[in-house]
């Protein structure tokens, strides 16, 4: 399709009456048509007034019409074909493969919150049946169930152009719930977004949905991203980015006459600790491993490995090495904009000026203008501890070595450092009882633990959590990806002696919509027959 540089409000081509803004291509920093135009904050209200009007209608949704919309998103993403990667890959850079990786990975989530609302768990159906003749005093029949909170505001983030963007995780979730969705581009691929936006907007359309169950808007996030936060019509907010940026949300967030949640993953660390044991296999093998989730999609994956925990003495001097020889083998890859590349050599010049920092290994820089060369750093574990330099998020392929003599040092520095996404533990057998030491630290600090593997790469199923303590996410309580997200977007109401005639479907004790429900603290499969409720 011809892109048209307008936002998407309700269904309608809208072209905004701000400013203008352009993608650029990281690879050659060339200018990108078509110019995309910005909303005012006045144009920006008939976005969310679209998505309150839509509410009503789109949660209450039956689960087949509801599940068969989001498998609709699925299709029609798959449906334009090329023309949407060789688009995104213009914008940010990234190789093929890896966003078709990326693409089968959003369609994927997408169809699997379709068999979430199909299934029906996430509803949290509870029936305590009423008990009259209960002394002292009899129950009265109570019922819960989880409902939407309401629209949505999701902000599309720099580093995945599908999925966590415009069709995204927290889209997916947010639509699954049944909460109407207000989407705001990233500036840095505006046609990406524009593409997947005409497929959501023909599946609301294709459905019968009100068209403001989904709406794409462009603006500065410093103006209209602020004002989408502050809008009274929006109930929750789903963030991919920075910590300052994230931080500004939910000020903005907790400001309101309502304080509203904001689910915002920002900066992650994510440390590997490499154990003794670990070092009586393949060194190279290892170092290789490390190095490749180091330097992956040009270090801008939000699990890529900041921080590297390596045993002082001989055996870590090998590891050290390995890592050298490794990553001097890698050329620098395009960085997904050249604001970006430009923090990233802000912060590896940080590192390396830092006192007592050596350099592991540098690679060689990249063919493209904003291809820097990926640079792993080296320091001991007491000047880790004591330095904040050492712990700030370098955005890219750079990583810090940290070597250690004991296990006491490990467990002290792990207190030290701030809240992850995720930890992995390169070990064996032996390394066990000095890993049972640091897991319940580790749990305090991550919400990811990792044995034997590397944290990048983050499977979409019902047991995964993306999402760790601050500052890598705004509530810790929570995750960004699998299908527990959808619960970031419902809240309980409980209904106490409510006639048949008045209740939702999802309470009804005749249960036509076939979900598993807890009825007196036992669940009952959906199969089953109802349990007398004393009606």
């Known amino acids: 399709m011809t ?6 409000i309700a269904g309608q081509s809208v072209p905004g009456e701000g400013k203008t803004t352009f993608a650029y291509n990281p690879a050659t920093n060339e200018q990108l048509q078509p110019a995309y135009t910005l909303l005012t904050e006045d144009q920006l209200r008939a976005a969310t007034s679209a998505a309150a009007e839509a509410f ?46 990326e693409r089968a990975r959003t369609t994927g989530q997408l169809r699997l919150f379709a068999d979430v609302v199909r299934q029906g768990d996430f509803r949290g159906v509870r029936i305590d049946p009423a008990l009259p003749d209960r002394a002292p005093m009899p129950r009265a029949d109570i019922r819960q169930r989880q ?16 999925a966590f963007s415009t069709a995204g995780g927290d889209t997916a ?18 046609g990406t977004s524009e593409l997947v936006g005409h497929a959501i907007t023909k599946a609301v359309k294709d459905a019968g949905l009100h ?105 870590g001097d090998r590891l050290a090495a390995a890592v050298g020889r490794a990553v001097a083998a890698c050329p620098g890859q395009t ?22 920092v050596t350099v592991v290994g540098t690679g060689t820089p990249g063919p493209t203008q904003n291809a820097p060369a ?17 712990h700030a998020e370098i955005f890219g392929a750079a990583s810090l070595v940290i070597r250690y003599s004991s296990a006491e040092e490990l467990v002290e520095a792990t207190h030290r450092i701030e809240g992850q996404l995720t930890a992995s533990l390169q070990l064996t057998e032996e390394d066990y009882p000095t890993v049972a030491q640091l897991l319940p630290v580790l749990e305090q600090k991550v919400g990811r633990i990792i044995v034997n593997g590397w944290p990048t790469g983050v499977e979409v199923g ?32 409980a209904y106490q002696n409510l006639p048949q005639e008045l209740l939702p479907a999802s309470l009804q004790d005749t249960n036509p919509w076939r979900l598993n429900r807890r009825i007196d603290g036992t669940v009952v499969q959906a199969d089953s027959a109802m349990a007398d409720t004393g009606n």
């Open 3 to 8: 892109l048209t540089g307008h936002s998407l």
């Open 56 to 101: 009503a209608s789109f949660s209450s949704l039956d689960p087949e019409t509801h599940a068969a919309f989001l498998d609709a998103i699925a299709d029609n993403i798959e449906a334009i074909g090329e023309d949407l990667i060789a688009r995104a890959g213009q914008e940010t850079g990234l190789p093929q493969a890896r966003l078709q990786g």
């Open 147 to 162: 409902i939407p909170l309401g629209p949505v505001a999701v902000f599309g983030a720099s580093n995945f152009p599908f």
């Open 173 to 190: 979730s947010a639509l699954a719930a049944g909460c109407p969705v207000v989407f705001k581009a990233h500036n840095a691929h505006p």
């Open 211 to 315: 068209p403001g169950v989904f709406s794409l808007i462009y603006g500065p996030g410093s103006s209209i991203g602020q004002a989408l936060v502050a809008d009274p019509v929006i109930k929750a907010v789903g963030f991919t980015g920075s910590q300052s940026a994230g931080i500004a949300l939910m000020r903005t967030a907790a400001a309101r006459p309502e304080p509203i949640p904001v689910y915002a993953e920002m900066s992650s660390l994510n440390p590997v600790f490499v154990f003794p044991g670990a070092l009586t296999g393949d060194i190279d093998a290892l170092a290789q491993q490390y190095v490749a989730a180091v330097t992956g999609s040009s270090g801008q994956l939000c699990t890529s490995p900041g921080l590297l925990f390596a045993p002082a003495g001989e055996a």
């Open 335 to 356: 960085m997904l904009t050249a604001g970006i590349a430009n923090s990233w050599n802000s912060g590896t010049e940080a590192l390396s000026a830092a006192a007592n």
């Open 374 to 390: 990926p640079a792993i750093y080296g320091t001991e574990i007491g000047n880790f501890v004591s330095n904040d330099v050492l």
């Open 462 to 493: 019902h047991a995964m959590v993306h999402g760790g303590p601050f500052p890598a996410t705004s509530d810790t309580r929570t995750t960004s990806v699998g299908t527990l997200a959808i619960n970031r977007f419902l809240r309980p109401v």
